[in-house]
C-alpha cells in the first residue's frame, strides 16, 4: 500500500518514527482556526496551506506569536490578502516554539547512492551558509553524531560562547530515525524538517516538505 504523504499521513509517518514535532491543526476558514487555537494553546502560529507558495514568510503568510482570537482572526484575514489570487487549501495552526537553535534535518534520493540523509543550521541559514553533512542512509546514532560535529556551527551546539548545550544525543537519534525512514520509503524523493528548533531538553521539528518521487 502506498504511504500517504498528505500533512495528516506524514505526521503520523514521523510520529511511527519517534520524531518530535510541534502541536498543530490545519483549518479549512477562520472560525476553525479560531476553534484549533483554542484547543491547542496561545500563543500560535498560523501558516498558510498552499501548493503555489513557496516562501511563505516573503510573501506575508505567516504570522507568528498570536496571543489571543483576536489576533489570530486578524492575521487569518491579512494571509489570505497576501495569498492573492494562488489556491489556499487551508491554514496551519501550530503551539508557538520557544526559541533555541534552528537546524535543518533533511535528506533526497540520489540517483548513483540512493537515499542520503542531510544535517545542518536550519532556517534563514540554510541558503547563506550552507553549513550541512550529508550520509547515506541508514545512519547509526555513532555515524548521527559524526554528522553534528562536523558542521562549521557545531560548537554552537556543544555550548560556545557560554551559551548552554543542546541534546545532542537526542539530535543524533532523531538522524538515525529520519534516515531509516528515508531508507525504508524510497517512494519519498526529498524531505525536509526546517526549521528544528533545539535546546537543552531535545528539539521540536516546527515545518516539514516532502517530495513524492514521480510514478
Known sequence: MATDLSR??????????GV???????????????????????????????????HKTDRGCVKINLMDERELRTAY???????????????????????GIELIVG??????????????LGGIFVEILKD????????????????????????LLHGARGTVPVDTG??????????????????ICEFDLNPVIADSSGYLAVDVRVVACKA
Open 132 to 155: 550541512v553533512s550529508i550520509r547515506v542512509c541508514p545512519v547509526t546514532k555513532a555515524e548521527a553524531h559524526e554528522m553534528i560535529d562536523e558542521i562549521r556551527g557545531s560548537p
Open 107 to 120: 535528506g533526497r534520493k540520489d540517483p548513483q547512492f540512493g537515499p542520503l540523509v542531510m544535517f545542518g
Open 170 to 187: 537526542k539530535l543524533a537519534m532523531l538522524l538515525a530515525s529520519v534516515s531509516r525512514m528515508l531508507y525504508e520509503h524510497p517512494e
Open 77 to 99: 484575514g491579512q494571509i489570505m490578502r497576501n495569498a492573492g489570487r494562488a489556491r489556499v487549501q487551508g491554514m496551519l495552526v501550530q503551539k508557538m516554539v520557544k526559541q
Open 8 to 17: 495528516p499521513g506524514i505526521s503520523r509517518l514521523l510520529e511511527r518514527y
Open 20 to 54: 518530535s514535532v510541534v502541536e498543530e491543526a490545519v483549518a479549512k476558514s477562520e472560525n476553525e482556526a479560531a476553534a484549533a487555537a483554542k484547543r491547542i494553546g496561545y500563543p500560535v502560529v498560523l501558516k498558510i496551506v498552499s501548493g503555489e507558495i513557496s
